[in-house]
Every structure is written in structure tokens, then in C-alpha cells.
């Protein structure tokens, strides 16, 4: 069954850090991003090879998306990015996440309080360009996470400087982000400067990480919810 739009308020908890994802949560996510992939070809987009205006050190990702991530690169590769990647956190300052979507999405009165915070957290330390850029050009741009597969634009970024989405496209993005959380609800959600060298390596602050939720209702503004009823159950059917 579809899970109903309204959230209830839980309690928080802390993410178990002993469970280990399968082979069937990497296909559900496989299938997600296909899903993407298919849904967002109807918008137009300006997007090219070697754009990277967007591609900067604030990038959110879960603990199953870094996993995934990591077991679609050749060990050197693996090596290098987590060298580049804790090299970036050790000389450049980056943003880390107040809480996770899901999270922020059950607290409907701190909801802007929070996106007040850390889009100031964001805009003091997110200037720099993503450590995985090579000349312009993503170097793990087959494996990259949803945060980076979802940011496009109608018109150039450079100009204007931010990605110009229509509120269709930007809504069903945030569907796509709590069916990703869901999946790794066990789970956490960090900076990839900081998840993806712990998730290889086990190094690194956990605190930087704030745990993921399950869940338990579709968050969307009413006006939204019939054009993307049919996106919801098709998401729904991958992720359950």
C-alpha cells in the first residue's frame, strides 16, 4: 500500500552502525537511479560535459548510496578518491548536514529555522569546488550519488548562480530523496568529503553524521501530490 502524504512526529534514534546492507538494497537503488533517469528526461535541461559550476563540497549522501558508490570503482580508483576526498576535509572547510530530510520534514515548525542555518553554514564554506573534479569534468560521474544526478538546470548556472528548476522537477526530486533515505534507514546521511572515506576506511568523526528515518508517509505540498501520485507508487514499489 502507498504510504499516506502526512508525517507523525517519532522520537529520534541513533543509527546501528553493525547492519550491513545486501546485494537486494544496491539493485533497489540501481533501479531508483534508472527510475531517475527516465522521469527527468522530459525536462529540458542545459546541463553539459565539463559544466561544473554547481559541483561544489556541499554534497549530502547516505551511508548506502556511498557503499554503492564505492562498489562501482576499480580499488585504484577507490584509493584515490578517498585520498582526495580526506586530503579536501582536512585543508578545506565543508558543511555538514543538521539533520536528515526526513528528519527535517517530521519537525514542520524548525523546518525553516533549519534551512536558515544551514544555508549560512552552506554559503561559508561550500565556495569551493568538489575535490572529484578533474578539469571541469566529474570523475566518478557513473557512480556520483542522487545530489549530484538531480542538480540541473533550464538555464546556465554561471550566469545567474543557481540551478533554474521548474517546481515539478524540483518536488519530484525531493520524492526521490526521502525513497533514498528510506532505503539506507538504518543508516546515516553526511557530507561525501566525510561518508565515503568512513564507509571504505572506518575512519573518521561520526558526529558529523546525522542518522537517517524510515518512512512512514510521502512529504509533497498538496498542489503537487496528484502530478506525482504516479512518480510516489512507482517509487514505492522499488523501495518496498
Known sequence: MLPPWVFEKRASFRWDASFEEDESDFERL???????????AEFQVVCAEGCAVCCTRSVWVTRLEARWLLSRLSADRIRWVCRSLQEAGRNEAHSVPKMSLLASLTVVEE???????????????SAGRCPL???????????????CRCMSSRSPCASTGFADQPERLLWMNVLFLQAIEHLDRQGFTGNLIDVVPFVEEGQGNVERFVPNMALKGWVLPPHCRAQLKGVAERLWAIIS
Do not use: G, N
Open 133 to 147: 573534479l578533474d578539469t571541469d569534468r566529474c570523475t566518478i560521474y557513473d557512480a556520483r550519488p542522487f545530489a
Open 111 to 125: 523546518v525553516e529555522t533549519l534551512k536558515e542555518e544551514e544555508e549560512a553554514d552552506a554559503s561559508s564554506t
Open 30 to 40: 540501481s533501479r531508483l537511479y534508472a527510475y531517475y533517469d527516465e522521469v527527468a
